[in-house]
Structure formats: structure tokens, C-alpha cells
């Protein structure tokens, strides 16, 4: 039962901490496109790992990282209000670089598929019209 209150106070804090980065103001923080991947709290609530993506990639997570840590203070009494708990955990921001990750893989097999269309149309001599834009 413990563990379903854990997952779910995770969730919530997810949930909170995406509206709250919206309105911190520190320009580390709102230089780059930022998402919170996960945040994974502790047994005992004290502690939460909040673990923080950046579009242009992990330097740019790290920065932001940052900017996080120095408005903790503002963000805990924000999530405190939004959430009404009892304790709000120490938030820790650790920077990942997942999105630039999946951005990289999505190009790779974006720049397969177009090399995979040309082999083919190659192969059968031309006879079928490539389709206008498609390259």
C-alpha cells in the first residue's frame, strides 16, 4: 500500500513541477525547452530526484539544472501549496539527456527511411515517379 502512495506522490509532483517551471524566472531556466522526464521519491518522502531533460541537449540540462537549484526555495513552496502535504521532499534536479536521445534516434530512422525510398526507386529503373516534396 506504501509503495501506491509513493507512485502516486511521484506523479503528482511531476504533474505540479511542469506547471510550476513555467513561472521561474531564472533565464538558466527558461533559456532552453525543458521537460521533466521522471522524479522518483523516497521511502520516507523526504527526498525526491527529479530528473530534468533539455531539448538542446544535456549542456543545456545541466545549466538549467542550475538555475533549479538556486529557485529550490520557490519551487518547494509552490509544490507545497499545490500538493497540501504535510512534508515537501528536498527536491534534488539531476540532468538527463534523454530528449536530445530520442531526437537522435528519430532522425536516424527518418534519414534510413528516405536512403531505403531512394535505393528502391533506384532499383526499379525509374519507373516509378517519386511524389514532389519527398526527398
Given at each position: 500500500?506504501?509503495?501506491?502512495?509513493?507512485?502516486?506522490?511521484?506523479?503528482?509532483?511531476?504533474?505540479?513541477?511542469?506547471?510550476?517551471?513555467?513561472?521561474?524566472?531564472?533565464?538558466?531556466?527558461?533559456?532552453?525547452?525543458?521537460?521533466?522526464?521522471?522524479?522518483?521519491?523516497?521511502?520516507?518522502?523526504?527526498?525526491?530526484?527529479v530528473?530534468?531533460?533539455?531539448?538542446?541537449?544535456?549542456?543545456?540540462?545541466?545549466?538549467?539544472?542550475?538555475?533549479?537549484?538556486?529557485?529550490?526555495?520557490?519551487?518547494?513552496?509552490s509544490?507545497?501549496?499545490?500538493?497540501?502535504?504535510?512534508?515537501?521532499?528536498?527536491?534534488?534536479?539531476?540532468?538527463?539527456?534523454?530528449?536530445?536521445?530520442?531526437?537522435?534516434?528519430?532522425?536516424?530512422?527518418?534519414?534510413?527511411?528516405?536512403?531505403?525510398?531512394?535505393?528502391?526507386?533506384?532499383?526499379?529503373?525509374?519507373?516509378?515517379?517519386?511524389?514532389?516534396?519527398?526527398?
Amino acid at each position: 500500500m506504501a509503495s501506491f502512495r509513493i507512485d502516486r506522490t511521484s506523479e503528482d509532483i511531476l504533474r505540479e513541477l511542469t506547471a510550476i517551471l513555467r513561472t521561474v524566472k531564472d533565464p538558466r531556466v527558461t533559456a532552453a525547452m525543458l521537460s521533466i522526464v521522471r522524479v522518483e521519491v523516497t521511502n520516507d518522502m523526504s527526498y525526491a530526484k527529479v530528473y530534468v531533460s533539455a531539448m538542446e541537449g544535456l549542456d543545456a540540462a545541466k545549466s538549467a539544472v542550475k538555475g533549479l537549484a538556486s529557485a529550490q526555495g520557490y519551487i518547494r513552496h509552490s509544490l507545497g501549496a499545490a500538493l497540501k502535504l504535510r512534508h515537501v521532499p528536498e527536491l534534488r534536479f539531476i540532468p538527463d539527456d534523454s530528449i536530445a536521445y530520442s531526437a537522435g534516434i528519430a532522425k536516424t530512422l527518418h534519414d534510413l527511411e528516405r536512403a531505403e525510398k531512394q535505393k528502391a526507386g533506384r532499383e526499379s529503373g525509374g519507373q516509378a515517379e517519386e511524389e514532389p516534396g519527398n526527398e
